[in-house]
């Protein structure tokens, strides 16, 4: 953390200010963990002891500063320009002693994959315990590239071999996984197996984790690991470089597709191609100068769905459906916000769009209520039934507001 204070947000357009909190925060130039592991290849054990002693390391100050994480994985570690480990999202943090002061916390909460087997129990759990315990799967998965196993549940079939004192079988699973080649060395074994133990009473201290042989192994150097992690970023920026021009290509479709469809029936289509193009790049010039009002919760007692996907184009999408369909509409100068009155069938329609392209998305790009929301049964009604034929009904105000939701840092 750089800073935190008050002062004030102004609205140029608005002519207003408001009073705000902020937080600065470090840049993390290096990215996330995670991302340079996944696409980089797994670490071998000289960078993956550097930044695993930074981990324990920070987890000692975090837990001696009477704190505990409670959602450590790699999406969680980041780095900064010198390839230097930071951990970050504290949003599930809280007082290592509990709400009795007693050592001990109860709410389930983290990453399953990532929890001590005393959460998915449901027991009361020591915090610096469960930290630990996920650090161990950290460093399983970035030496791996994959997890050790579903969850550190007891009825999972990888975990419970460990916790019954077979890990013989659970070793030999992960050197099938490797093509039959063991990359674990014995200190490592030895390491993760008493981090994983089922009973977080016989589970190492931190201090005993520092201790461990594994832990006097040799280490990256400085100079090695900038070597080695300015590779695995270029490769992680060259991905990302190829997710924005592979989106970048699909807008360009999108807006090809929509001059088609106003040539063909829409309310310009008297324009040229060119023309039509030229028209639709000054709307998209008009709508990224638009602000996005900021989601509430009381957003929740209306109608509403959530996207990452390009705002921009979304709303024009919208606005092409409602000219489409030969509804007359109020767009807002400023925001994101459309008025129209539609019959419940055109109603009905415009939901069907929504829920056609949300369909389309990737399962696992879907978020939980996009997910909630495909898995109705009326959902599935709707992206099957047929458009009825327009009829005299009594129509309604309908509003489409698209609204920003804020990252929780």
Not at 60 to 84: C, Q, T, W
Not at 151 to 170: K, Q, T, V
């Amino acid at each position: 953390m750089v800073e935190v204070g008050e002062g004030q947000q102004a609205n140029s357009k608005k002519n207003v200010s408001k009073s705000v909190k902020y937080i600065v925060l470090e840049l993390v130039g290096g990215g996330e963990l995670f991302d340079l592991v996944a696409l980089g290849g797994r670490l071998e054990e000289k960078y993956a002891r550097f930044y695993f002693k930074q981990l324990i390391e920070g987890l000692n100050y975090l837990h001696s500063a009477g704190f505990v994480h409670r959602d450590l994985k790699p999406e969680n570690l980041m780095l900064d320009s010198d390839f230097n480990l930071k951990i970050a999202d504290f949003g599930f943090a809280a007082p290592a002693k509990g709400k009795t002061g007693e050592g001990m916390l109860e709410t389930q909460l983290g990453t399953a994959s990532y929890m001590a087997p005393e959460i998915h129990l449901g027991k009361p759990y020591s915090g610096p315990s469960v930290d630990l315990f996920a650090s161990a799967i950290i460093l399983f998965v970035i030496m791996t590239q994959r997890p050790p196993f579903s969850s550190a549940n007891p009825s999972d079939p990888h975990y419970r071999l460990l916790a019954a004192n077979r890990a013989e079988i659970f070793w030999q699973a992960h050197k099938e996984a490797e093509d039959g080649e063991d990359i674990y060395s014995a200190e490592f074994k030895d390491l993760f197996e008493k981090m994983m133990t089922l009973n977080p009473k016989d589970r190492p201290k931190l201090e005993d984790v520092l201790a461990h042989p594994w832990m006097q192994g040799g280490v990256a150097s400085a100079d090695e690991i900038q070597t080695e992690f300015k590779r695995r970023k270029n490769i992680v920026d060259e991905e990302a470089h190829n997710e924005r021009e592979a989106k970048r290509k699909q807008r360009d479709a999108d807006t090809k597709t929509r001059v088609r469809r106003g040539a063909e029936s829409g309310p310009d289509g008297d324009l040229s191609k060119e023309e039509q193009a030229e028209k639709l790049q000054q709307q998209r010039a008009q709508y990224e100068k638009y602000e996005l009002n900021e989601y509430t919760p009381e957003v929740w007692k209306k109608t509403s769905f959530f996207t990452s996907g390009n705002y921009v184009d979304l709303y024009l999408d919208i606005n092409q459906l409602l000219d489409d369909m030969g509804i007359s509409k109020t767009e807002n100068d400023t925001y994101f916000k459309v008025k129209f009155d539609a019959t419940p069938a055109q109603a009905q329609k415009v939901f069907k769009f929504y829920l056609s392209k949300l369909s389309k998305v990737p399962e696992a790009s879907q978020t939980d209520a996009q997910k909630a929301l495909l898995a109705k049964p009326e959902t599935k009604a709707i992206l099957e039934s047929k458009d009825e034929e327009a009829k005299e009904e009594a129509k309604a105000q309908c509003i489409i507001e698209l609204l920003g939701v804020k990252s929780a840092v």
